[in-house]
């Protein structure tokens, strides 16, 4: 055997063997990954007031109520209704009903039916096991209602369990018609943008790969208890993986077809590719997971669930994009771009792009490098015109009722029962206040505006049902007190006694938590804080808005600084990180602003969740930054060999068609999350699609460029191409980088073409 034949023996097992031993690593991992998407119900969590924190008031007292009411339920309300006043047999047929519900495991003690006023209606109070399947319940109890119920009367399961289970419903596409939506949506694009058929597969395993490993370890951790899984955070993770690992795939893709098109064979295009590659994408996966962590300054269980989970995701991305697809790639070589495969001397950039060009991109650069500072001002006047439409966002929180988009049985049931009982029954305030001060806080009810009835818990009390109700300051008995007997006494535990207010208007309104908020203020000012408690429902609502607020005040300042050190020290630079983040927040700010506009006039929602604009601002300043740090940093690149004015109009170029590509991927992916029928991912798939082509198509492709390009080299400041220009070209070609690069993997045009010259006697391994 001969020396140079020993010597080729390494390569080609390195050339082969690590490829192939990476893509057996992902196939192993996703293969174990992939069956939990049908296992996610099993760890996930829908409870609101799980989310808040432990100071919240209504989680004091929620973590209280079995004290006084026994097992810890969660209430279904069962409305019955007629046209006409029920009579003898109806009533009858109705008490047959509760006694059938009452046999469904999962469901406690049914109170008796319990009349209107009008003789219309009747309510049952249905308590359900809050550590069973709510949802699989509330259906059993529905099938069995309206299969039961006498013709003329018509029947809703609402309250909280109802609500609970109608949300649960909107999310069992998660798993199946939301994926399918999203990766068919990148698919199609890829086509288009490729026209091959096999590079859209490649790029589609490696996303979907990425998101099976990633919810392997986010399943693991929410069954350990350490993160908090819910269908809002599951659908983000599914969408910002499937998106986000897509958009680094794209830029690996570019470069290697970069390299392929350079004359390159396989394995130095994919070590070409891959140095060329690895800067921008774990800069820009880290500063996505840097913006995501922010979030574990949140008071709220799900904002901080999402930070870790969704870090997860982007890291698995990152890997993926950095191994995966490399690996992939270097098996299939050439032929991963069939029928279209780049042609030697295909990619070189134009080496004079002020002078007529060819080429979408080159026309753009022309156009930036003819009319910069015109550019950049209507760019940004065009922005703040757009942002003057936040004023109309109403992102102060929406009733339950309102959360799920489309038919929602609990939400027609709530509507019954506010037309016979008071609007709050099944989901009343629990008060919790000292066995000695009782008469004292019934008093301060009485006279509170919103309440409709007060009770004492009692255990003697059917399903926790009231024994003694005041109403108008006069003592009424329930069912658990019958006219002329004797009121059961109240449950007393540790000194404190539960009182339950009814409330005038529907539990999930404005009304019912300004009602909540003015109860607290009453109590604060008359015994202090911390002597009485109040919770419930819009107990729990409230303190959710709340804390969303001041989770929203506190973080997004917080990412703007993370991600603005990030950038300087990519860039090794200051000012034109400063500008970066200007730019972006400019590009939220409009984004935000036609969402208003569009939420308010075209799709006419009730309103937003006060997180809204929170994931918004993550979402779109992580993401939007990553199409920067695409840009700037093959900007800078250019920049070492030709100058920055010269840099900036080849890296826009250079970039052109890749990051485009990635901002249609990641709107596509976002806008997928609006076939779930909930209203916050609808909104947020609205605002983060919109703002990512806003990106797009104008920060990324006309303001920075603009900007850029009018400042020069100053750009830079105070590094120290803000002095020096650039190296002589063959310098930059030689390899000899300043020592903070991580290196040029695109030489300039002339150099690349003798380059390739001497490479084309190299075989194709």
Request: aromatic content about 8%; proline content about 6%; glycine content about 10%.
């Amino acid at each position: 055997m001969t020396s140079s034949r020993v010597d080729r023996i390494p390569t080609r097992w390195v050339r082969i063997g690590i490829p192939v031993l990476l893509v057996l690593i992902w196939l192993v991992g996703g293969s174990v990954g992939g069956p939990y998407f049908g296992k996610v119900d099993e760890v996930a969590t829908n409870d609101q007031s799980s989310f808040l924190p432990a100071s919240a008031e209504a989680t004091q007292v929620q973590e209280r109520l079995g004290e006084f009411l026994g097992d810890d339920t969660i209430p279904a309300v069962v409305v019955f209704a007629s046209d006409q006043k029920l009579d003898d047999a109806q009533l009858a047929d109705l008490t047959g009903i509760a006694d059938q519900i009452a046999k469904i495991p999962g469901v406690g003690e049914v109170s008796p039916p319990i009349a209107s006023e009008d003789g219309e209606a009747v309510q049952l109070f249905v308590p359900i096991d809050a550590d069973g399947e709510v949802r699989e319940i509330v259906e059993e109890i529905r099938s069995l209602v309206q299969e039961e119920v006498a013709a003329g009367v018509d029947a809703w399961v609402t309250g909280p369990a109802g609500f609970t289970a109608d949300l649960v419903k909107g999310f069992l596409g998660i798993d199946g018609l939301l994926l399918i939506v999203a990766l068919a949506a990148v698919f199609v694009i890829l086509i288009v943008v490729y026209r091959s058929p096999l590079l859209p597969v490649l790029v589609l395993l490696t996303s979907t790969f990425a998101l099976c490993v990633a919810l392997l370890t986010v399943w693991w951790l929410a069954k350990a208890g350490i993160v908090v899984l819910n269908g809002q955070v599951q659908g983000i993770l599914f969408i910002l993986v499937i998106g986000a690992a897509t958009d680094y795939a794209l830029l690996y893709v570019a470069r290697f077809r970069e390299a392929i098109g350079a004359g390159l064979p396989r394995w130095p295009a994919t070590k070409t590719a891959w140095r060329g590659a690895f800067e921008p994408i774990l800069a820009s996966g880290g500063t996505v997971i840097a913006g995501l962590l922010c979030l574990l300054l949140s008071d709220l269980a799900s904002n901080r669930a999402l930070g870790p989970i969704a870090s997860i995701g982007i890291a698995f991305s990152v890997l993926s994009a950095l191994t995966f697809l490399p690996a992939l790639l270097a098996l299939f070589g050439r032929a991963a771009f069939w029928p279209f495969i780049p042609k030697s001397g295909a990619i070189d950039l134009p080496d004079d792009l002020t002078q007529p060009v060819r080429g979408v991109w080159a026309r753009q650069a022309r156009f930036v490098a003819r009319h910069a500072r015109a550019t950049w001002i209507i760019c940004t006047v065009v922005l703040l015109a757009a942002s003057v439409g936040v004023l109309q966002l109403k992102a102060d929180g929406v009733p339950s009722s309102d959360l799920v988009l489309g038919a929602s049985e609990a939400r027609d049931g709530q509507d019954a029962l506010a037309e016979h009982f008071p609007a709050g029954s099944g989901s009343p305030a629990y008060v919790i206040v000292p066995e000695v001060r009782v008469a004292d806080a019934v008093d301060l009810l009485t006279k509170a505006e919103g309440i409709e009835s007060i009770a004492a818990a009692s255990t003697d009390s059917a399903a926790g049902q009231v024994g003694v109700t005041v109403r108008d300051g006069e003592p009424v008995y329930a069912a658990a007190g019958p006219p002329g007997g004797a009121a059961p006494a109240p449950t007393v535990s540790g000194g404190d006694v539960l009182l339950i207010a009814t409330l005038s208007d529907e539990a999930d309104s404005l009304q019912a938590e300004e009602t909540i908020r003015d109860i607290r203020a009453d109590f604060a000012e008359a015994w202090g804080a911390d002597i009485a408690f109040v919770g419930g429902t819009t107990a729990v609502d409230l303190d959710t808005n709340d804390t969303s607020i001041r989770d929203r005040t506190v973080i997004i300042p917080v990412i703007l600084v993370v991600i603005m050190l990030i950038l300087m020290l990519l860039l090794r630079a200051i000012l034109a990180p400063v500008l970066l983040i200007l730019s972006v927040i400019v590009s939220f700010g409009a984004a935000l602003g036609v969402s208003a506009l569009v939420f308010d006039h075209v799709f006419q929602f009730p309103g937003a969740d006060p997180a809204v604009p929170l994931y918004g601002f993550v979402f779109l300043v992580a993401l939007g930054v990553d199409y920067n740090i695409f840009l700037m940093s093959r900007v800078r690149e250019e920049s070492l060999s030709h100058g920055t004015r010269p840099g900036i109009l080849r890296g826009l170029v250079a970039t052109g068609g890749v990051i485009t590509s990635a901002g249609l991927v990641l709107a596509a992916t976002f806008a997928a999350l609006g076939v779930i029928p909930i209203l916050f991912l609808a909104q947020i798939a609205f605002i983060v699609a919109f703002g990512v082509l806003l990106d797009t198509f104008v920060v990324r492709s006309l303001l920075v460029p603009a900007v850029s390009y009018d400042i020069g080299r100053a750009i830079w400041w105070p590094s120290r191409l803000a002095r020096v220009d650039a190296r002589p070209v063959a310098e930059a070609a030689s390899g000899a980088l300043d020592p903070g690069d991580s290196g040029a993997a695109v030489a300039p045009a002339a150099t690349r073409r003798s380059l390739r010259r001497q490479r084309e006697q190299t075989p194709e391994s």
